[in-house]
Every structure is written in structure tokens, then in C-alpha cells.
């Protein structure tokens, strides 16, 4: 069982910057893909960022490329998530989460539904 704890959330400013982390309770090399996924009220719940820790390729949701970026720190099992020029849309709750399914990594990431999950941190940009 994996557990995954964020950290980093808080409020800014509409084109601050902000950064998450997501400790994972085992090693990586366990995990296929870990990824951030975000759910503002009343919408569903989205991926935001995946990376492959094998090898490191990622996707982005078209929402946030060019201004978010994913990345791990393999020696602290942990995954970050630079978010710059924030805006008020990307206002959510933000999770992390992990699969050791390679195969399904990007149908999890694309349907939301990855096999472990955070608790989230909350996101909130003001304009």
C-alpha cells in the first residue's frame, strides 16, 4: 500500500508562483507513474501533470503547460509540482497520486483515476 501526504498548498496572487510536494511512503522505482490531479467545486475532478518515474517523460494538461512543471526527487521519494503565473481557474483542491500499473498510466491520468491517493492540499489564486 502506498501512502502519499501534499504539501505546499496555500493562497496567492493571480500570477504568483506556488509549490507542491507529495511524499510517497515507499520507493519509486515501486511506482510506475505519479501524477497531480486538481478538483474545483462543483467540477470534476482533472489531471493536471503525470510523470513517468522510469523514465521521466511527462504530460500536461493543456490548461497548465508552459507554466506548470512535474518533476521527482527520487532520493526523498517525492513528487513536486512548480506552478507559475498562477490564475484564479486553477483555484482547486490539488492531489497526488501514484500507480504501479505502467500500462494504464495515461488512461488513469486522463479518466482521473489513479490507484493511490493524497489527501490533497488546497489552491487558492486570487485575482
Known amino acids: 500500500q502506498v501512502q502519499l501526504v501534499e504539501s505546499g498548498g496555500g493562497s496567492v496572487q493571480a500570477g504568483e508562483s506556488l509549490g507542491l510536494s507529495c511524499a510517497a511512503s515507499?520507493?519509486?522505482?515501486?511506482?510506475?507513474?505519479m501524477g497531480w490531479f486538481r478538483q474545483a467545486p462543483g467540477k470534476e475532478r482533472e489531471g493536471v501533470a503525470l510523470i513517468f518515474t522510469g523514465g521521466g517523460r511527462t504530460s500536461y494538461a493543456d490548461s497548465v503547460k508552459g507554466r506548470f512543471t512535474i518533476s521527482q526527487d527520487n532520493a526523498k521519494n517525492t513528487l513536486l509540482l512548480q506552478m507559475n503565473s498562477l490564475k484564479p481557474e486553477d483555484t482547486a483542491m490539488y492531489y497526488c497520486?501514484?500507480?504501479?500499473?505502467?500500462?494504464?498510466?495515461?488512461?488513469?491520468?486522463?479518466?482521473?483515476?489513479?490507484?493511490?491517493w493524497g489527501q490533497g492540499t488546497q489552491v487558492t489564486v486570487s485575482s
Open positions: 497520486a501514484a500507480d504501479h500499473r505502467g500500462g494504464y498510466c495515461l488512461l488513469g491520468f486522463a479518466r482521473g483515476d489513479l490507484r493511490y
Open positions: 515507499e520507493y519509486t522505482y515501486n511506482i510506475a507513474c
